[in-house]
């Protein structure tokens, strides 16, 4: 009888926990960034950012590490405050924001690698086609404010070849190398807010 009670117990807890779910929390888009920044003719470099973006992060364990990450950018949404180059950056030259409206990351790993840092790696898909991306993400804090709302702040960055994902348009310059960098560095600003 104790062995039938003492099994039941477990089965039951095992349940218990097997249905709880994750800590959720998104993204306060008016506190959140995703942003982006190439080098230009060699010399100079040029940021941007996206306006449209959602971010949910599920919540692994307390320390944030097993967390899974996902983001879905809306790529006509991109902005480097020059209305010329925008329209470019969305034509099929690069982005092509009418066949590919979705630049989507979908991590495979959240690893703590220090007091307040993780490496977060995961599916990067932009003109649909998927490589894999490693981001070094930090901790910034965590705290509720005054209407009882807990956030988050993390910031992570990256780095990928716009080449490997068909953003391939090109111009070479006469003392060498390319109007635009090849290599595109990403930079995630995020104050997420824990959901009800």
Do not use: C
Request: glycine share 8%; proline share 3%; hydrophobic share 35%.
């Amino acid at each position: 009888m104790k062995n039938t009670t003492a099994l039941i117990l477990i089965l039951t807890l095992g349940l218990v926990i097997g249905n709880a779910q994750a800590t959720v929390w998104k993204q306060d888009p008016a506190h959140s960034q995703v942003k982006f920044g190439v080098t230009h003719l060699v010399i100079s470099e040029v940021d941007g950012n996206f306006k449209d973006f959602d971010v949910t992060l599920s919540q692994g364990n307390p320390d944030f590490s097993g967390s899974t990450l996902e983001a879905n950018i809306k790529t006509a949404s991109i902005s480097t405050d020059n209305d010329f180059r925008d329209k470019h950056l969305r034509s099929d030259d690069f982005l092509n924001a009418e066949k590919y409206p979705t630049i989507s990351f979908k991590s495979t790993a959240f690893e703590k690698t220090g007091e307040n840092s993780y490496k977060v790696t995961g599916n990067l898909t932009i003109r649909d086609v998927t490589k894999p991306i490693v981001l070094d993400a930090k901790f910034l804090g965590e705290m509720t404010d005054g209407r009882g709302t807990t956030r988050a702040g993390f910031k992570a960055t990256g780095s990928i070849n716009r080449f490997d994902y068909g953003v391939k348009w090109n111009k070479a310059v006469e003392a060498g190398g390319l109007v635009v960098s090849d290599k595109v560095d990403i930079t995630l600003l995020m104050e997420l807010q824990k959901q009800p």
